[in-house]
């Protein structure tokens, strides 16, 4: 491994709670994004422009986006799936990327979307012209990278054409998701390689959920193979209501641990996530599950900040 560092994006804000069934209130998703500033995150995916008939959590988007800290260097990430989501996150004028999303199978992107994966594709591009426009980066995530929970394997080939085609509109990086965790290192590593080069030189991101435990692997698979912005969610919450049986994202602590401990900078303090993860554990009233949080503490793990 000869990576010196790594973006990390945090997406506990959405990604980690959007599935959550209890409500959570503004307020402590606006302390969850203080605590995320304050461990050194500085850019955190902080809300979603859904329908909140489909997905409740998020319906406090424009509440969320009111009360965001102002914090120099911090790059706030709005999720939107279609062009009325992305009209209703430019608004809050809160928001510094927009993150639209494409579905690289049929059902899968019908029932997270209401569209056909080509559909999808469209729309996407779309949402980037839409936040250049406003001033605002544009990035997309390919959904289902890895698999899909209705029609199982994804061909590669569909996910690297997808990819080529994004990067016509210059977005600032493309993302390829494990939506239900059933990626392994060498389809990871394989399938980021050919990305990187059908889009360079736009940065690959990987966002992977750890359903079948082989989320960490896949990080540092994904690293490996040349992607250089990672997504991970505190304590490891996490899932996707459309897509059955997704687990939890990989936790931030534990990729932080992992990367951190391997000589590569996340800028992240990890003794201040565990904090973090402490605060989460409790709000939640339950264990999460994130296992650096659960362990004890390492010397020389932790980065400055």
Known sequence: MTTAAIDFVE???RDGLQNEKALVTTADKLELIRRSLHAGARRI????????????QMADAEEVCAGLPQV????????????????????TGRLHEL?????????????????????S????????????AAGLKGQVTIAASFGCPFEGEVAEDRVVAMAATLAEASPAEVALADTIGVGD???????????????????????FH????????NVWAAIEAGASVVDAALGGLGGCPFAPGAAGNVASEDVIY?????????????????EANMWLTTLMGRKLPSMVAQAPAFPGICAEG
């Open 258 to 274: 992992m990367l951190e401990r391997a000589g590569i900078r996340t800028g992240m303090d990890l003794a201040k996530m565990v």
């Open 185 to 207: 290192p060498a389809h990871v590593a394989r399938l980021v390689r050919r990305v990187a080069a059908a889009i360079a030189p736009l940065p690959v991101r990987v966002h």
């Open 121 to 132: 594709l469209d729309a996407a591009r779309a949402i980037v012209t839409m936040a250049q």
């Open 45 to 56: 995916e902080v809300t979603s422009f859904v329908n909140p008939k489909r997905v409740p």
């Open 11 to 13: 997406v506990g804000p």
């Open 99 to 119: 993150g639209a999303v494409c579905v690289a199978s049929e059902r899968f992107a019908i029932a997270n979307q209401g569209q056909t994966s080509a559909e």
């Open 210 to 217: 750890n359903t079948r435990g082989t989320g960490l692997a």
């Open 72 to 91: 120099e260097g911090a790059s706030y990430i709005g999720l939107v799936l279609n062009a009325r989501g992305a009209e209703r996150a430019i608004a």
